[in-house]
């Protein structure tokens, strides 16, 4: 496969991160290496979205102090950023909801047809009407400056960063020319973008609870967007799946990462993270970034058991 016929994904983990852990950003960077690994993807960003506070759990410290901590999390990543949209709304914000927030934003800021795992769109090029014959790609059609998909992966770039707390460098993304008009002078190579939830295998077993989740919003979630599962602690993902007809009947929409890399749930959980705090446990720092730590400290978060 070429980098034009890959599918180009980017993965969207929605959360707490009351704090955010090593193991968060370690999901981002199996479920990457195992979609590469494929052969199928390129995955070209990722996006952390912490919940609102309206969501009433327990111990919820604000967005303010959770997305400050998110930032600091990924601030040596250089694909990785943080989307405060979900905080800044005015309510609790379904998955659902967020993906398509975010499906939306990428049609608007790149111009791309967005499709799920399994259904590639028929014409999936920037700017170009489904059903009539191509436009010339340059006026003077000068091919030497085609814009590839490549190039298309700087406008995704910027845009993320644009929108998101987080700017990277960006000193490795190139255009062909910043301020062409996306959808009318130029048409890119064909190219499939594709927004993925990231979730952990708890996410997966919680879909099999009885009301819990709309079943509507699971079909949108898993049939028209798909998911990347990071397995914990030894959790079979395709046996969870047999108790979901909705997960069964997307299976193929369901991509369970395969490694050898054990990833035992302390690593992920927050929960752990904020009762190590508490008690003053040294192993504080398997679970926590220092910069994170730091902050904890300094803003005296996690101290009681409420929080």
Same mark, same amino acid.
């Given at each position: ?55 009433? =759990? ?72 489904? &059903? ?7 006026? &003077?059609?000068?091919?030497? &400056?085609?814009?590839?998909?490549? =190039? ?151 101290? &009681?058991?409420?929080?």
């Amino acid at each position: 496969m070429t980098e034009t016929t890959k599918t180009h994904v980017i993965l969207l983990s929605c959360g707490s991160f009351n704090p955010i852990t090593k193991g968060h950003i370690q999901m981002f960077e199996r479920a990457r290496d195992y979609l590469h690994k494929t052969g199928r993807f390129i995955v070209i960003g990722g996006i952390v979205s912490p919940v609102h506070d309206s969501y009433g =759990k327990q111990g919820l410290v604000s967005s303010r102090h959770r997305l400050t901590m998110c930032q600091l999390a990924v601030q040596s990543s250089d694909w990785i950023r943080v989307d405060p949209w979900e905080c800044y709304q005015d309510t609790w914000q379904t998955t659902c909801s967020v993906l398509e927030h975010h499906r939306d934003l990428m049609k608007r800021v790149t111009g791309c047809i967005l499709s799920n795992v399994n259904t590639p769109s028929l014409t999936p090029v920037i700017g170009q009407p489904q &059903n009539k014959s191509p436009q010339p790609i340059y006026q &003077n059609n000068n091919l030497a &400056n085609k814009p590839t998909a490549a =190039k298309l992966l700087g406008k995704v770039g910027e845009s993320l960063s644009r929108i998101c707390c987080v700017r990277p460098p960006m000193e490795r993304f190139t255009f062909v020319d910043e301020n062409a008009n996306l959808g009318t002078v130029m048409r890119y190579e064909e190219i499939e973008l594709r927004i993925l939830l990231l979730c952990g295998s708890d996410l997966l077993e919680s879909f099999c609870i009885p009301g819990l989740w709309n079943e509507a919003d699971m079909e949108v979630i898993v049939g028209d967007f798909g998911i990347v599962v990071v397995p914990r602690d030894g959790t079979d993902p395709e046996q969870i799946m047999n108790h979901s007809s909705i997960l069964r009947k997307y299976t193929n929409n369901i991509l369970v990462v395969k490694d050898d890399v054990n990833h035992p749930m302390s690593i992920v959980s927050s929960t752990k993270s904020r009762l190590a705090l508490q008690h003053g446990d040294g192993h504080v720092v398997d679970y926590l970034s220092q910069s994170v730590i730091d902050y904890i400290l300094k803003s005296q978060l996690y101290i &009681n058991a409420s929080g």
